[in-house]
């Protein structure tokens, strides 16, 4: 891996903490997609001692939890656009899990 994709990655890691969007943090940092600053948090997840991926983990699941709260209780969306949602919500807590 680059240093140039390291700091990027640790970056990202660093914004996400602080509670920004994946799609904040993808304008932000100039970031084609969302989902390109989801892969760099992981791979920044798969860098960190096992203890300190562990809470960051836990803390990302915690706020992967929230935001399906606030989804589950969106009325202003249909059943569809929720639905959507919440998968690609379970899809993300997945990844998540999966990068030990």
Do not use: W
């Not at 140039?4 to 903490?17: A, F, H, I, M, N």
């Not at 096992?50 to 209780?73: F, G, I, M």
Request: proline content about 1%; charged content about 40%.
């Amino acid at each position: 891996m680059s240093e140039l994709s390291e700091t990027l990655d640790q970056k990202v890691l660093q914004l996400r903490g602080q509670g920004q969007a994946y799609a904040r943090i993808s304008r932000d940092l100039g970031l084609d997609r969302a989902a390109d600053a989801q892969q760099a948090f992981r791979r920044a997840l798969r860098c960190l001692p096992a203890v300190d991926a562990e809470r960051v983990r836990d803390e990302e699941l915690s706020r992967l939890d929230r935001l399906a709260e606030r989804v589950r209780a969106d009325t202003t969306r249909n059943e569809m656009d929720r639905s959507r949602h919440l998968k690609t919500i379970e899809r993300m807590r997945v990844h998540i899990r999966d990068d030990n």
